[in-house]
């Protein structure tokens, strides 16, 4: 019997070696339980969002796809979280990129911003009003937001009925 457990105790400690390195380890912080407090206030479509790395978002015709940058600096509350319907402007004044381009959610939250260094997008905005449409998806996942967004470039391209609509049915949702 003293065999058994000997092996038994044995068999514990190796196993917990063996998981201890492969373990995810999170930190709590007191911003994401803040953040898990809101999670009843999230919709359902929201909470679709929530633990999602990427989500996947048709582009039409006319508009670019683009990761979006920045967001975690934005000081965004967790309720952005899931898709929305916005704008993009050309920032002329941006001391880290010329050709800044900002999304805006259609309540005006700055979201973040398109990769640096595009200039041809930055050149039709302006050219377009300095505002042209922008629709996308935010995640959170661990304590960091995660999103995309599709602007955008020519309008020309953009079939009819579509301009400045959301890429979804809000109702099928």
Known sequence: MD???????????????????FRKVTNTTKEDANYILLYDSLTKDQKRFIGIDSWGISVRKGYYYFPLMGINYRGLNILCVGRFNGYAKSQTDNEYDKYAIAIYDDSGTHLGFIPKGNDILHSYILKEGN????????????????????????????????????CYDSKKI
């Open 131 to 166: 505002k042209v449409h922008a629709y996308g998806w935010i995640t959170w996942e661990n304590g960091y937001f995660n999103g995309g967004v599709v602007v955008e470039y020519d309008k020309n391209k953009v079939t009819k009925g579509y301009i400045n609509k959301p």
């Open 3 to 21: 065999d058994f457990v000997i092996i038994l105790l044995i068999l514990m400690v190796v196993s917990m070696l063996i998981y201890l390195p």
